[in-house]
């Protein structure tokens, strides 16, 4: 399984460091990786991944230090250097022309021609192929990839990485949109690439998932590697401790919050891509879990709740009140508040200002006789800024230059400030690092005490179990069961989610406690 | 260069950018012995000013459209139409503020219709107001019979006048009128919570419903705002020729998106600014002026004015690289 420790290493990386104005981004970064091995890169959010990962594809040129691919000296001029040379990178960002089909996208600057007319029937079997290496040959090449989940995206995009036929793969957080199955099923590609002579760099958050697929691994900390080894050989704590740099104790928070009176009643409620009608309620001060695979059902409930998809029928009501029609802005009056799960894409408005970012929601606070109270409304943000321990330079900077644990910290600001009281996170922890995730898991908690009420998409099952009051499980567009956190387990929710049949192994009267 | 060095230039330029090309088209005709007697005068300026108002007045609105995502492609027609409204109205007797305020509200009426078919229909801006630009020209000639449409002289076509009434005015009326719409339009979109929306919305559209922001009626709204604006600007193109004529201003709605473009807006939404917009009217209407005075032919004029468009996009690629 583990490559020949003999075996001369693809990558050689020594002394490489890069500034950014006065941050050090890298510092004196060295890294090897073998032949043949997937190697995990772990690192909280700036830590220097991404950086390190730019200078390998060339897009980013070192202040300093020396590359070797094959005992060769690399020295990409850009990007397109990089490729030549074998090392092709897939993005956390999905990159993919939307209005292309899935062929298009995968044979994109490199396709089939003679004397410019392209031969159709030659790509047409290059992209049979490398979707058989990703073990998904029944997506079709003829659909525009616009009309894909972003499961289905993600993997268009690593046969596209494939199609190049690289020798050095980097695959930047490859499961974060990902469902469970979906993930398995990368994993077993990821290893297949061993047999095939591709060396993957494999950058993740979950650690889990890094041991399960990984041979090595290098840890980054404030620009600096801080310590590598062989996988089979690490602990967990050893590796969080590696990444924080201090004693990590307690992962899931637990904050202690009291459940309240019913504020939310959602009945038969059905939006047009869900399968079935839903029926649940939700108390104030309790957090409850939303389980399922991508694409269950569970995004789209929310969105429905909140206005932004039409419903087909059934009722939404906060303490009450019922709500109609496809009008957020009446939810938000209602103290709905909506984290989207696409944060670049709907969550945030990129050019935009954290400020702006975070007061979007309700500039009520600082209008007077018309105007806007700019100065009040930047010592406000500010004031955000620091509750929430966001890393910005300050109001005004723009949202896209912030990392992607920052800016979630700031779409979730937003809610806080248009004061939500019934808050409806989808995948709120998404692709962002192991402290600013604890910090999320705080606020929710710390909500929760404050008695609002929260509707928790996620589909990484220990957070699910770590901090929620009662998980739901949909499977298909339908609600499958709700039961308490205390009366689930790992495998009990991804059977139900996977099946979508509850395991009978739970008693029935801890069942119908809900 | 360095990255932070550039992205220093960057932001200098973002700043100064509009105001730099303005400043080195001035100084190239000043330089030009043949011309520069005569383009540095006062006077010249007064006239610079004046022949700027239609297009400024147009450009304001489509400051308000560009950086809502939009794009209105029938301004020109737009303000024919009110042209010969006013026109029309003063015609038939009507007191001049009245007609005024008719082909005012005839352009306002021509945006509201363009908001409604983008928002109801769901149709893209470019397509609606292509339509309507055939739709607003041919009303115009329909409604003036085909041909130019007379009315006797009242104190509207003072308002373009090159010596204003009284003399302490110092600028035509129009040109007053721009810059209190201009100033007015800025502190809008700066200071007001419309202007928050309609920067959000043109940023990006997603994220602005989720934010509650009602998309459709900030559209609706800075379209008919918008087309207020052209209505206004037809009132001048009146005031100017003092005739109404169904002909006039064709293919003006192209020089009020370059202005806006030269000014820093982008038409992917989002971005621009109203001094940046009013710099830009002002780079075309000393280039045109610089021209004639220089006896340069008409296609000269077309050839620098499309080269000046290009190389304001080319800046603001520079401008956007370190982002």
Redesign the interface.
């Known amino acids: 399984m583990s490559p020949a420790p003999a075996a001369p290493p693809v990558l050689r990386m020594a002394g490489v460091s890069k500034s ?2 006065a941050t050090r981004a890298l510092d004196d970064v060295a890294f090897e990786l073998g032949r043949g091995e997937v190697h995990a890169l772990i690192g909280e959010n700036g830590a220097g991944k991404s950086t390190m990962m730019k200078i390998l594809s060339g897009a980013l040129a070192p202040d300093a230090g020396r590359m070797e691919i094959d005992g060769r000296r690399y020295a990409p001029a850009g990007p397109g250097d990089g490729l030549r040379c074998g090392v092709s990178m897939i993005y956390q960002e999905l990159n993919l022309a939307p209005h292309l089909t899935v062929e298009e996208n995968i044979m994109l600057g490199r396709e089939a021609h003679a004397a410019g007319w392209l031969d159709r029937a030659a790509m047409r079997r290059q992209v049979r192929e490398v979707l058989e290496l990703v073990r998904h040959p029944e997506i079709s090449p003829s659909v525009p990839v616009r009309e894909l989940s972003v499961g289905a995206r993600q993997l268009v995009e690593i046969a596209r990485a494939l199609a190049g036929r690289p020798r050095i793969l980097v695959m930047d957080e490859p499961t974060s949109s990902l469902s469970h199955e979906d993930s398995l099923r990368l994993f077993e590609i990821v290893r297949g690439l061993r047999g095939q002579d591709v060396s993957v760099i494999y950058i993740s958050h979950f650690l889990e998932e890094i041991q399960r697929v990984a041979d090595t691994y290098t840890v980054l900390r404030d620009g600096r590697s801080v310590g590598s080894g062989r996988m089979a050989e690490a602990r967990l704590e050893d590796l969080i401790q590696l990444m924080v740099g201090r004693e990590f104790t307690e992962l899931f928070p637990r904050i202690e919050h009291a459940v309240g009176e019913p504020v939310l009643a959602v009945d038969g409620l059905k939006g047009a891509a869900m399968a079935a009608p839903v029926r649940l309620s939700l108390s104030r001060g309790e957090i409850l879990g939303l389980a399922g695979l991508i694409g269950s059902g569970r995004t789209e409930l929310l969105r429905t709740i909140f206005g ?1 998809d039409g419903a087909e029928g059934g009722t939404v009501a906060v303490s009450g009140v019922g709500l109609s029609g496809r009008k ?2 009446t ?3 209602s103290g709905l508040g ?1 984290l ?1 799960e ?1 944060r670049q ?8 200002s954290v400020a ?2 975070v ?3 309700d ?2 606070p600082y ?1 007077r006789r ?3 109270g ?1 100065r009040r409304r930047g010592l406000a943000v500010a004031d955000w800024i620091g509750r929430l321990k966001i890393k910005t330079k300050g109001p005004d900077q ?1 949202i ?2 912030l990392s992607g644990g920052n800016q979630q910290k700031v779409a979730l600001a ?1 809610l806080l400030h ?1 004061k939500a009281s019934v808050l409806l996170l989808d995948e709120p922890t998404r692709g962002i690092d192991v402290v600013s995730k604890s910090q999320i898991y705080e606020w929710i908690g710390g909500l929760a005490r404050e008695g609002k009420a929260v509707l928790f998409v996620s589909s990484y099952l220990p957070e699910l179990l770590g901090i929620c009051d009662r998980i739901a499980v949909f499977h298909r567009g339908a609600l499958v069961e709700i039961r308490p956190a205390s009366a689930w387990d790992a495998a009990g929710l991804m059977a139900a989610a996977t099946v979508g049949r509850a395991s009978t192994a739970i008693p029935t009267e801890q069942r119908n406690a809900i | 260069m360095s990255r932070q060095r550039r992205a220093g230039l960057g932001r200098a330029l973002n700043l100064f950018g509009p105001f730099i090309g303005l400043l080195l088209v001035i100084a190239l005709f000043a330089l030009i012995p043949e011309v520069q007697g005569r383009f540095l005068r006062a006077a010249n300026f007064k006239s610079v000013a004046t022949q700027s108002v239609i297009v400024a007045l147009g450009a304001l609105g489509m400051t308000l459209i560009i950086i809502g995502g939009g794009i209105d492609l029938s301004a020109a027609s737009n303000i024919a139409l009110a042209s010969v409204i006013t026109a029309y109205a003063v015609n038939a007797g009507a007191s001049p503020l009245l007609a005024v305020v008719l082909g005012v509200l005839t352009g306002g009426l021509v945006g509201l219709l363009n908001g409604g078919l983008v928002t109801r229909l769901r149709l893209v801006p470019f397509i609606v107001t292509m339509g309507m630009m055939g739709i607003a020209r041919g009303a115009a000639k329909w409604i003036a019979g085909n041909q130019k449409v007379d009315a006797p002289m009242t104190w509207i076509n003072e308002l373009m006048a090159k010596s204003p009434h009284p003399p302490w005015l110092l600028l035509a009326p129009g040109v007053w009128i721009v810059i209190l719409f201009a100033v007015a339009l800025a502190v809008l979109l700066k200071y007001t919570v419309f202007g928050r929306h309609l920067f959000a919305v043109g940023s990006n559209e997603s994220t602005a419903r989720l934010c509650g922001i009602r998309t459709d009626r900030v559209k609706v709204l800075v379209y008919a705002v918008s087309g207020l604006f052209c209505g206004l600007s037809g009132v001048m193109e009146f005031s100017r020729l003092t005739v109404g004529d169904p002909t006039v201003a064709v293919g003006l709605e192209l020089d009020i998106i370059a202005a806006v473009v030269i000014g820093g807006g982008s038409l992917n939404g989002g971005e621009g600014s109203i001094l940046g917009t009013m710099v830009g009217v002002l780079i075309m209407s000393f280039l045109r002026n610089g021209c004639t005075m220089m006896g340069w032919p008409n296609y000269i004029q077309e050839i620098i004015i499309g080269a000046i468009i290009v190389i304001a996009v080319a800046l603001d690629r520079l401008r956007h690289r370190d982002r």
């Open positions: 950014f104005g932004l957020p802005w939810r938000i009056r909506l989207s696409d894409g709907e969550g945030l408005a990129l050019g935009l702006d970012n007061t979007l929601s500039l009520s209008r018309g105007l806007l700019l723009k896209g230059d937003r248009q």
